[in-house]
């Protein structure tokens, strides 16, 4: 990584300070890495601008013009690569903010072709995340996923993968998560394979576990509808009943994540 650091001409680019916040991602003090992370998303993700201005793309057009973004992802697939510790979450972070460009709108065809560019640069490092994914590392399992899940268009190809995960040793609140992200991404495509509704089923009947339980109900409802298992219908007007008349305190653990789900269908 400190040699693509210094073969890139960041000045060139118009970025000489980011070799110092890529080495500060490191550091040892919590504080400097964090303001690395913070300093890298506002100046160079979202152009200068703040998150709420992304969609009409504002800096993150104009910076798009230049090729920082490309070296940038490629800085970030080599450190992620080291994996040590507080850093890969927030390499995964920012990779999944720039995966976010598609979503630009009032793009011209240029700032399209290079959009892609940056997507496929971070599509180019499948093979990190999906060890990051494999190593049952409760710390970065959901980062990983968020980022997979912002490329529908391959998701088919990493459904033999989210499978291995959720058959392994993860926390069950990671386990409703996935399940929420594979939901999400076959939403998106307009299909629901066979085999995802029979995973859901499976968890529906089989989990010990509320959160996953719950999660593979809420997924099965929305799905299928008055089509769904009693069972889960029966279950989530449960959680709706919760909802109404507890407050998050009082909610059983691990609603959160089946409550974020809820709110979005």
Known sequence: MAKLIEIVDWEELGFPQIPELLNNLFHSDPYKRGQSYSTIQRQIVFGGESFEDIGAGYGVSLILKSDVHIFLIAA???????????????????????????????TNELLRERIMLVRG???????????????????????????????????????????????????????????????????HRHEMPYA???????????????????????????????GAPEIAINLVSRFIVDLETNTDQNLPPGYSIARKAFGQI
């Open 76 to 106: 970030l697939l080599s450190l992620l690569e080291q994996q040590h510790g507080t850093e890969v979450k927030y390499i995964l972070n920012l990779l999944s903010e720039l995966a976010d460009y598609v979503e630009l709108k009032d």
């Open 196 to 226: 995802f509704l029979k995973l859901l089923h499976q968890f529906l009947e089989n989990s010990e576990h509320l959160t996953s339980k719950l999660t593979a109900a809420i997924c099965l409802v929305d799905s299928l509808g008055g």
């Open 121 to 187: 640069a971070i599509w180019g490092g499948l093979e990190i995340y999906t060890q990051i994914l494999q190593s049952n590392d409760t710390n970065y399992i959901e980062s990983a996923s968020n980022l997979l899940i912002k490329f529908p268009e391959y998701f088919t190809h990493l459904i033999p993968l989210y499978l291995q995960v959720l058959k392994g040793s993860i926390a069950d609140t990671q386990k409703a998560t996935l399940l929420w992200h594979m939901y999400q991404v076959f939403t």
